[in-house]
């Protein structure tokens, strides 16, 4: 088992997962010295094992300014954290959600608050270097934040939670599914999911298992990220890439 799937680090995210709630509301100040370089540390490591370009960028308010699209109204954002790829990579969104979910969870143990970001946000403004042959896929607020959300945060939160997903609802079997599939999709129930679709899918069938997403929306294979990485911190083991990807234990 690789360091990233070990036992210690699965413990460590799933404290991680019960904790995490999409913050809007940030101090507006600079992350703590110590934290920033872990951070770094953590974006250096994960570059390395999926080929992005993950970008840490201290200043990019400017593209929050006034925002008030959709529902997702933010105040105080000053870092983000950019995903960045190659265009050509087929397996682009979602590594962009898998690794992107995977800072997140960091953060959240160091006490920051995060978002993931998509559509509401001026992908224009972001000082992140792209080359020409890079896309910038979605970015992750993140930074100091109050430990109780604001009212505004609960607001939305309600707004975006009305229904919690039903595990039922997550997956397809044939007959009766064993316990760590079950912890698996425990962990998808409190995935982060664009506007809370939740669309990705997990099959259990002739005692196999694999993951998939109609891809009805531009950001279904950045869900299809998060969700599997859930899944591995749950159930214990670790997903082929792309869509329809297998499981193995």
Same mark, same amino acid.
């Given at each position: ?47 390395? =094992?999926? /080929? &992005?370009?993950?970008? +840490?960028?201290? *200043?990019?308010?400017?593209?929050? #300014?006034?925002?008030? @699209? ?38 959240? =143990?160091? /006490? &920051?608050?995060?978002? +993931?970001?998509? *559509?509401?946000?001026?992908?224009? #403004?972001?000082?992140? @270097? ?120």
């Amino acid at each position: 088992m690789d360091k990233l799937h070990s036992t210690a680090n699965a413990m460590r995210y799933f404290e991680a997962i019960e904790k995490r709630i999409s913050r809007r509301t940030y101090l507006n100040e600079n992350i703590e010295p110590d934290k920033l370089k872990k951070i770094n540390e953590y974006i250096c490591n994960y570059n390395k =094992l999926s /080929g &992005l370009s993950i970008q +840490f960028i201290e *200043d990019a308010s400017k593209g929050f #300014n006034g925002l008030i @699209k959709s529902y997702g109204m933010f105040h105080g954002v000053k870092s983000i954290i950019a995903l960045v790829g190659k265009t050509s990579d087929p397996y682009l969104k979602e590594k962009a959600g898998y690794f992107g979910e995977l800072l997140v969870l960091e953060a959240v =143990l160091l /006490g &920051l608050g995060t978002c +993931f970001v998509g *559509d509401s946000y001026d992908k224009k #403004n972001c000082p992140c @270097k792209i080359e020409e042959d890079e896309s910038l896929v979605c970015v992750i607020t993140i930074g100091p934040v109050d430990d109780k959300p604001s009212l505004k945060e609960k607001l939305v939160y309600r707004m975006t939670h009305r229904n919690t997903v039903k595990a039922e609802n997550l997956y397809e079997s044939e007959g009766e599914v064993p316990s760590w599939f079950l912890n698996g999709i425990k962990a998808v129930q409190l995935a982060p999911s664009a506007l809370n679709r939740h669309p990705v899918k997990f099959v259990y069938k002739s005692g196999n298992t694999y993951a998939f997403v109609e891809e009805t929306n531009k950001f279904d294979l950045v869900d299809l990220g998060i969700a599997k990485l859930h899944f591995e911190i749950g159930a214990g083991g670790k997903f082929a890439p792309g869509n329809y990807g297998t499981y193995s234990k």
